[in-house]
């Protein structure tokens, strides 16, 4: 059985997204912050983040993109075969969410990583401001999927980091393709158990 160590509605909500894809069995370990900073859980991920994928032989992987390739991989799901447009795109799109996209919510959800609170405000306008360029980009290429007309674990990806958005009503406005496609994937069972699971124990 694989374990995910992570914090309800969190990063580690694209593991749980995919193991339930793959009907792959798995235990959610709930790791706070001051856990997360504990020599034990240290030991997994040595900068005190979540997610922490703990596979079935005891290996461990962290960085929500290593976890997301390992899954993937292992189970043969959601990506595209190798040397295709397809893979490039999903390589391209994987890199841009999660290294501007996810960065970008958590300068504004956890400003106290980055700057004293008296910048707290500006850090937050600036990385939403990014935020607009990346989206109307997504929008463009959505087709109806990031790849096509094939669901990978990308739109599983860029639908997590969605609803972490502070104004979804502002987010779909003028995106008609992007709403359209995290409407579909709420509907998705893999998510919707995901989401009931912490919903009920939050």
């Known amino acids: 059985m694989y374990k995910v160590y992570g914090r309800p509605f969190a990063g580690s909500l694209i593991a749980e997204f995919l193991l339930n894809e793959a009907d792959a069995d798995y235990e959610f370990i709930k790791v706070d912050y001051e856990s997360s900073k504990k020599d034990d859980f240290l030991k997994k991920s040595p900068m005190g983040k979540i997610p922490v994928l703990e596979c079935p032989d005891g290996h461990l992987v962290f960085e929500t993109t290593a976890i997301v390739a390992h899954i993937v991989e292992a189970k043969n799901i959601l990506i595209p075969k190798i040397t295709t447009p397809q893979r490039d795109l999903y390589n391209q799109s994987m890199s841009v ?49 990031l790849c096509g007309k094939e669901l990978t674990a990308a739109d599983f990806y860029l639908y997590m980091i969605a609803i972490w958005d502070h104004d979804r009503e502002k987010l779909f406005t003028n995106r008609p393709k992007l709403s359209a496609l995290i409407k579909e994937l709420s509907e998705r069972p893999s998510i919707k158990k995901a989401i009931s699971s912490h919903s009920k124990n939050s």
Do not use: C, F, G, K
């Open 97 to 145: 969410m999660s290294t501007s996209i996810y960065q970008n919510y958590h300068h504004q959800n956890h400003s106290y990583y980055y700057v004293s609170e008296e910048n707290y405000d500006d850090l937050r306008n600036r990385a939403a401001e990014r935020q607009v360029t990346i989206y109307n980009y997504i929008e463009t290429i959505l087709n109806p999927y």
